[in-house]
C-alpha cells in the first residue's frame, strides 16, 4: 500500500480560486486558479492547503480593492486576521505534530491581507504604492507561528514576476 508524501504546501486562497479575489484583479491567463503552481506540487508529491482569504470572508463578494491601509481602517478586520492565524498556526502545529513536513506558505505579493514580501498601502486604491513588507493576515500568521515556535519558509507569487516566483517556489517544494 502506498505511503503519504507527508509533504504539504500552504497557498493563499486566490492561487487555488481566482473567484474571491477583488473587483477587477483577476489577471489574464489566471481566471480559475494558478496552475502553475498546482503543477510544481504535483512534480514534487507535494499536498497543497488553501489557506482562507480574510478579505471575502469578511467582506465577501463584489468588493472593490484596497489597501492595507484601507483594511486597516475596516472595523474588526485585523481582530478577525488574528483569529484566522490562529486557527492556521494551530492546523500546522498538529501537522508537524503528525509527522509532516511543511514545505513553505505561498502568499501573494502585493496583497494587503497576503503579501509576503510587498503589499499596497495608501489612502486609497487610486493612491496606492507597492512596498516591502506582509499583508495583515501573513503578519499576524507569522506572530502566531512565532508563538508557537514554528519555523516556515514564506515565498510571494508575484503576477508582475511569475517566472522567478515559480523557481522560488520550486525550491521550497523541493
Not at 486597516?72 to 509532516?100: H, M, P, Q, R, T
Request: with cysteine; aromatic share 8%.
Amino acid at each position: 500500500m502506498p505511503q503519504r508524501s507527508k509533504k504539504i504546501i500552504f497557498v493563499s486562497h486566490c492561487i487555488l480560486n481566482q473567484n474571491t479575489v477583488a473587483t477587477n484583479l483577476v489577471k489574464k491567463g489566471y481566471t480559475s486558479a494558478v496552475w502553475e503552481i498546482t503543477e510544481l506540487c504535483k512534480k514534487h508529491d507535494v499536498g497543497i492547503e488553501q489557506l482562507p482569504c480574510p478579505e471575502f470572508l469578511y467582506l465577501g463578494l463584489p468588493r472593490e480593492p484596497m489597501t492595507k491601509d484601507q483594511y486597516k481602517g475596516v472595523e474588526g478586520f485585523v481582530a478577525f486576521c488574528k483569529d484566522l492565524a490562529e486557527n492556521v498556526a494551530n492546523y500546522i502545529k498538529k501537522l508537524k505534530s503528525s509527522g509532516f513536513e511543511i514545505k513553505g506558505i505561498v502568499g501573494i505579493a502585493g496583497s494587503p491581507s497576503c503579501g509576503i514580501t510587498q503589499t499596497y498601502i495608501g489612502p486609497s486604491n487610486e493612491e496606492r504604492k507597492r512596498v516591502k513588507g506582509n499583508g495583515i493576515f501573513i503578519e499576524e500568521l507569522e506572530k502566531a507561528l512565532r508563538k508557537k515556535k514554528l519555523k516556515i519558509p514564506l515565498e510571494d507569487f508575484d503576477y508582475k514576476n511569475i517566472k522567478n516566483s515559480l523557481k522560488r517556489i520550486e525550491l521550497l517544494l523541493r
